[in-house]
């Protein structure tokens, strides 16, 4: 995975970067690293929420690589307390 973490680049953008290399190449280790590495638990909740959006968009492989990403983030990378903000809405989406 290329890391292109720049000062002046937004880190959703660099979020969603992040999630699509680990949709390509499945490096679950490194997306974790590179995302852990921006150290901005403020947008732990826009790691999941963008996750779960993209992986909607998917084909099952992906849904299911997208979901072990996030278990294996969760407590680590990403809180209890943001995981569980995404859940009421993440029920709207599956509607």
């Avoid at 973490?5 to 390509?24: D, G, K, N, T, V």
């Avoid at 190449?25 to 490194?30: A, I, L, P, Q």
């Avoid at 779960?52 to 209890?80: C, F, H, W």
Wanted: aromatic fraction near 8%; glycine fraction near 4%.
């Amino acid at each position: 995975m290329q890391r292109h973490l720049c000062a002046h680049c937004p880190a959703p953008s660099q979020i969603m970067m992040f999630l699509r290399e680990y949709l390509e190449s499945g490096d679950m280790v490194e997306t974790a690293r590179c995302i852990g590495e921006l150290r901005l638990p403020q947008y732990d909740y826009y790691i999941v929420k963008r996750a779960v959006t993209l992986a909607l968009d998917r084909k099952e492989r992906e849904r299911e690589a997208v979901s072990v990403l996030l278990s294996n983030m969760y407590g680590q990378y990403i809180s209890p307390q943001q995981m569980q903000k995404v859940r009421p809405r993440g029920q709207d989406w599956v509607r």
